[in-house]
């Protein structure tokens, strides 16, 4: 529009040159003006000439308005483009809004802490039908032929790393209500009340600066024995095998301090109140931890199929019934082993050996009769010591990232009856000196539902030499067991919620 303007107000200047002057001139003037005026083509020519400039200024002014005005085509700065002055708010179609506040979250408001926990329902079947619905060679899963509260439980975690000076104590807090819990806190002598409610853990963790880290434990923590744990969704199988039931201890109290050499090998030290006890009594009754309990762990990971860990625990027991004649010089101790082997995703294997060995049972048939109506056992002569001892095989098939399937196969020896695998039925016997071995088989498939539900259906065959296993009130006991079960377990995380 301003070059056309321009050429509207040019157009006649130049037409009022090409005009003779109206006015008389001096001749001074009439000569200067003739030297000046050109010739007949020359005005014409020069007026060509400048329409043609202002013609091409203004294509060229059309072609930038055009570009400024296409959204799709990035803009032509040109002078007529004027820069904002400095401060001055600017429009852009490309400017982002402001980034919103990320929303609070469960996660977020724990920070570091990590708040954790399952619940375990199952139904479980008996083909023997015992009379108090409790299956035999179990713990946690022993209520059967009917609905049971396995156990639900809560963590509460706060892993201790060396990143920080603050950063190195961590502490882990776990608490659990169900039939499970009932069977750990009746295995606390003499502590335990066998209530439905427990502690399972409660410890802190330090990181110590010494070398590439020194991990010190001190409070209540599960035993390190053994290829199965408490929680029943982190085991290959649903239920618990005989040698965790039987072989080895749920759980310490005391201290424990962890030194990684490097990825292949690791070694723990013990020292603990003994096995299943949160404190030592010596007036509690036979085969009772009564002192310190020593223990250590080797580690080795030659690579990343390959594992083995190697735990031994000695420490002394009572070794009598009665106080009067009740002695804290025995020793009981134990060699457990675990080795695992995972040659492939779909495949993965292990074996578990225990060992223990070292108390004495007292022995019946040399004791004073008067002595012994009495409720004592002054009279009566030590025995030899005892031992018990037995292994176990696991295979799991991974079928899809929701399905796996695991079988275990045990045989445990209990020569003794020590560790009190002989029950208390009809037929059993009284528990000690009684010669008994007991052998399962168990399949299990798992479906994840979900990420957050297990699905779990299992079978179990046990057997033994001798007739351990219950039936009806008025039948004897039997020397097998069919079980099944169907259990659901629902796991959580803090870290996994919004």
């Known amino acids: 529009m301003f070059a056309l303007g321009l050429a509207v107000s040019l157009a006649p200047a130049s037409q009022a040159e090409d005009q003779p002057s109206a006015q008389p001139a001096t001749a001074t003037a009439t000569t200067t003006a003739t030297a000046s005026q050109p010739t007949a083509a020359q005005p014409a020519t020069d007026t060509q000439a400048r329409l043609e400039e202002l013609q091409k200024e203004i294509a060229t002014l059309q072609t930038e308005i055009t570009a400024l005005k296409d959204d799709s085509t990035p803009a032509v700065k040109t002078a007529a483009y004027a820069q904002p002055a400095p401060g001055a708010a600017v429009f852009s179609p490309d400017a982002q809004a402001p980034a919103t506040p990320p929303a609070i979250s469960i996660s977020s408001l724990l920070g570091g802490i990590t708040l954790s926990g399952f619940g375990d329902v199952y139904y479980g079947y008996d083909y023997n039908h015992p009379f108090d619905n409790m299956a035999g060679l ?3 899963e022993s209520p059967t032929n ?25 502490y882990h807090v776990s608490a659990g209500y169900g039939s499970a819990a009932r ?80 990825p292949k ?46 735990n031994y625990f000695a420490g002394p027991v009572t070794d009598n019934y009665g106080s009067s004649d009740q002695t804290i010089n025995d020793w009981k101790q134990i060699s457990d082993t675990v080795i695992a082997y995972t040659p492939n995703a779909q495949w ?8 223990g060995f070292g108390p004495r049972l007292f022995n019946s048939s040399s004791c ?64 000690f000196g009684y010669a008994a071995w007991a052998q399962e088989v168990t399949g299990t498939i798992s479906y994840n539902l979900t990420s957050a539900l297990l699905i779990r259906g299992e079978y179990r065959y046990d057997f033994s030499n001798q007739p351990i296993f ?29």
């Open 183 to 262: 069977v750990v806190n009746g295995s606390d002598d003499p502590f335990g009340d066998g209530s439905n409610f427990f502690v399972k853990e409660a410890y802190f963790d330090y990181i110590a600066p010494i070398g590439k880290g020194l991990t010190i434990t001190v409070g209540k923590f599960v035993t390190p024995m053994g290829a199965e744990v408490i929680e029943s969704n982190a085991n290959w199988n649903y239920s618990r095998g005989i040698l965790f039931d039987y072989a080895i201890p749920f759980f310490h109290f005391g201290a424990n301090a962890k030194y990684t050499f490097n």
């Open 348 to 355: 993965a294997f292990q074996v578990n050996g225990d060992y």
């Open 368 to 431: 004073d009769d008067a002595v012994v109506s009495e409720g004592g056992t002054s009279g009566c002569r030590l025995g030899p010591k005892v031992s018990w001892w037995g292994g176990a095989g696991y295979a799991k098939y991974t079928m899809s990232p929701k399905t796996n399937f695991a079988v275990r196969y045990e045989y445990y020896d209990d020569p003794n009856g020590y560790t009190g695998l002989v029950g208390f039925g009809y037929g059993a016997g009284d528990g």
């Open 146 to 170: 009917g609905f049971n509260f396995n156990m639900a439980e809560l963590i509460l975690d706060k892993p201790a790393d060396a990143t920080s000076a603050e950063g190195r104590l961590g």
């Open 265 to 310: 090998w690791a070694v723990t030290g013990y020292l603990v109140n003994g096995w299943n006890n949160t404190i030592i009594d010596h007036n509690v009754g036979f085969g009772v931890s009564s002192g310190l309990t020593y223990g250590g762990s080797v580690v080795y990971t030659p690579n990343a199929k390959w594992s083995a860990t190697e």
């Open 470 to 498: 219950d039936k009806a009130d008025d039948e004897d006991a039997i020397k097998y067991q069919n079980t099944a079960t169907l259990s659901f377990v629902y796991t959580f995380s803090s870290a996994n919620l919004k």
């Open 138 to 140: 179990r713990s946690f």
